[in-house]
């Protein structure tokens, strides 16, 4: 057992360096022949979203609100939120929303075991190889939906040709603390009063990352999410980092084409579910993290 995981680590440890590297990634695995889609869609019916909530529940839950009160009004959003019944305030959330009826929105809550939730990679690929959208966005249970969000991505879809696309542009949090009236108080707090309590400012994005992934449902019905690169479809004791995208854009050959869609928000926060809590390394990273927020906002 030990070594086996020795063996999954090293691999995961190598693949970082060939994703950054000149080294093709259809020398060792079946890839896209092209990045532009053959057969282009016209104005897209069906986007799924993707989440993934470990002990976020105070973040998620803006997120389900943000779709309930944008709701697209001329095509089919599901949401697909992967969480672990272990998580009681995800499963209170799951079961509040599932009971929710809202026009265009399907919603699809999803219970994994914990270590299939933790590794992202699982999740996402499981909803890649299923999904009967026209489009699948990846993204962050943190991640908000604004009133011009889907009508700008329907059009910002439509005809679009590349295998992989992103907002450019997004509205971000500076580092939010956990006593933040806005983590604090989401049942209580509309979308409306969220941006109204946290300050905002825009962030440029320059590929397909984190929150920001949106795929062609052909093409994630064939190759899934980094579904052939084993390491990465494996269950962790831990919430991880996220280097799937980068393998991801590697497999596909693209690091995405920038869209402008619009009033699309992120809640960033100082706690990070993956770090323990109180150790002196997740003080060191939060510490970190909150010198690199004041810089760039400077």
């Not at 869609?41 to 839950?61: A, D, K, Q, R």
């Not at 026209?134 to 009508?151: M, R």
């Not at 984190?210 to 052909?218: E, L």
């Not at 690169?229 to 991880?240: A, G, I, L, T």
Request: hydrophobic content about 35%; some cysteine; proline content about 4%.
């Amino acid at each position: 057992m030990a070594l086996q995981h020795w063996l999954q680590q090293s691999k995961e440890f190598m693949l970082r360096f060939a994703v950054s590297s000149p080294v093709p990634a259809s020398w060792f695995y079946d890839v896209p022949e092209s990045t532009e889609i053959d057969d282009i869609t016209n104005t897209p019916e069906h986007i799924e979203i993707v989440s993934h909530c470990w002990n976020y529940s105070h973040l998620f839950v803006y997120q389900l609100k943000s779709l309930v009160e944008n709701a697209p009004k001329d095509f089919k959003v599901t949401l697909t939120g992967f969480y672990c019944p272990e998580d009681k305030g995800s499963v209170a959330l799951v079961e509040e929303f599932s009971r929710k009826q809202v026009d265009n929105v399907d919603w699809n809550f999803v219970a994994l075991e914990k270590g299939d939730l933790l590794r992202r990679g699982i999740g996402r690929n499981k909803a890649a190889k299923e999904t009967k959208a026209d489009w699948i966005w990846f993204t962050d249970c943190d991640l908000l939906f604004g009133k011009n969000t889907f009508p700008s991505l329907k059009q910002a879809l439509r005809k679009e040709s590349c295998i992989l696309a992103f907002p450019e542009q997004v509205s971000r949090t500076s580092l939010l603390s956990k006593e933040h009236d806005v983590l604090c108080n989401g049942k209580e707090t509309s979308i409306e009063e969220c941006l109204e309590k946290a300050k905002f400012s825009t962030h440029t994005f320059s590929k397909a990352t984190g929150p920001v992934q949106i795929a062609h449902g052909d093409t994630a019905r064939r190759y899934g999410y980094c579904d052939q690169v084993d390491c990465y479809q494996q269950p962790k004791d831990r919430w991880v980092k996220t280097y799937e995208d980068r393998a991801f854009r590697w497999l596909l050959g693209t690091h995405g084409k920038p869209l402008n869609i619009e009033d699309v928000s992120i809640i960033r926060h100082v706690e990070k579910g993956r770090y323990k809590s109180g150790s002196a390394f997740s003080e060191m990273r939060k510490a970190n993290r909150q010198a690199k927020d004041k810089l760039l906002t400077k």
